[in-house]
């Protein structure tokens, strides 16, 4: 039996597919599939179960992950042994992270790009969602607004962030500016597509202007922001987006304050890869040295 299937073994827990694990390991899907087909002929019983969505472990395979894990810690504490610079002994392999676009863009890709230029074996990829999966299976570490849709053993708040009324001087001087929420529902709103609204806490447009009307929607803040930088309206933004824009002004700032949170979920210890505690606390370290960000005023 090779150890290194095992470790192979492992990978494919953490993305829940052959082809997940080939792109993370850089190997081919058809080697994944060879070396897979021959450890369970050598154990004589099956450690996949392989469908159309994906790869599931069967009870062998999700037993087999405590010695998985030991081997991968194993090969990595001989590879540290055998370093001889700093560099060496450095972070490497992956890291999967899935947050919003926003927070991923402003928070998460500036920390990764340090640590990557830091750490050149370091390879980091950033997946885009809004909410926490139920399961997380395939990131390292997820972020998302609010709590899982259904509870998650280790996710934690992460931080709150503020949400405030933002548009663009080419706006205000074609169209003027609302004095008071109750004229909101005369002018033109960007924020999400409402029918395509899956996070709960996102679903507060009508809390502070009465409509759920939008003229101009995105399941994108960064086409959101895009938009209102063109003039297209009155949009509903992260504080940390709207004002970094120096064109932008804040609409209604005393009346319209909304606070929402971020939440993070780490792997199952088991199936984080190793770089993976690192990473986390380099976020928790960025979060807490940028609150006057997240939550202005």
Not at 90 to 109: K, Q, W
Not at 144 to 150: K, L, N
Not at 163 to 178: D, N, W
Not at 232 to 246: K, N, Q, S, W, Y
Request: aromatic fraction near 4%.
């Amino acid at each position: 039996m090779r150890a290194d299937d095992l470790v192979v073994l492992l990978e494919i827990a953490r993305c829940g597919s052959l082809v997940g694990a080939a792109s993370a390991l850089g190997l081919n899907h058809a080697t994944i599939s060879r070396r897979m087909s021959a450890l369970e002929a050598e154990l004589r019983a099956p450690v996949l179960v392989r469908g159309v969505q994906g790869c599931e472990l069967t009870d062998l395979g999700h037993r087999l992950l405590k010695s998985c894990e030991q081997i991968e810690s194993a090969l990595n504490e001989v590879r540290d042994q055998v370093s001889t610079t700093p560099r060496e002994r450095a972070l490497s392999g992956l890291v999967r992270i899935a947050t919003t676009d926003a927070f991923g863009a402003y928070f998460v890709a500036p920390i990764l790009a340090d640590l990557h230029r830091i750490n050149p074996e370091l390879s980091v990829e950033i997946v885009t969602q809004t909410r926490l999966s139920a399961y997380g299976v395939g990131a390292d570490i997820e972020i998302g607004v609010g709590e899982p849709v259904v509870g998650r053993r280790g996710a934690e708040k992460l931080t709150d962030y503020r949400l405030g009324l933002y548009a663009a001087a080419e706006y205000r001087a074609e169209r003027g500016l609302p004095a008071s929420a109750a004229e909101l529902s005369g002018h033109s709103l960007i924020y999400y597509i409402d029918s395509l609204l899956r996070v709960e806490d996102l679903d507060v447009l009508s809390r502070v202007t009465g409509t759920r009307q939008v003229s101009f929607g995105s399941t994108s803040v960064q086409a959101q922001t895009a938009a209102v930088l063109a003039g297209a309206g009155i949009g509903l933004l992260p504080a940390f987006v709207g004002d970094r824009e120096p064109t932008l002004v804040r609409v209604l700032a005393d009346e319209v304050a909304l606070t929402l949170e971020f939440t993070a979920c780490l792997a199952p210890r088991r199936l984080q890869r190793p770089a993976t505690a690192t990473v986390m606390r380099a976020i928790r370290e960025s979060v807490a040295e940028r609150q006057a960000e997240l939550l202005p005023g």
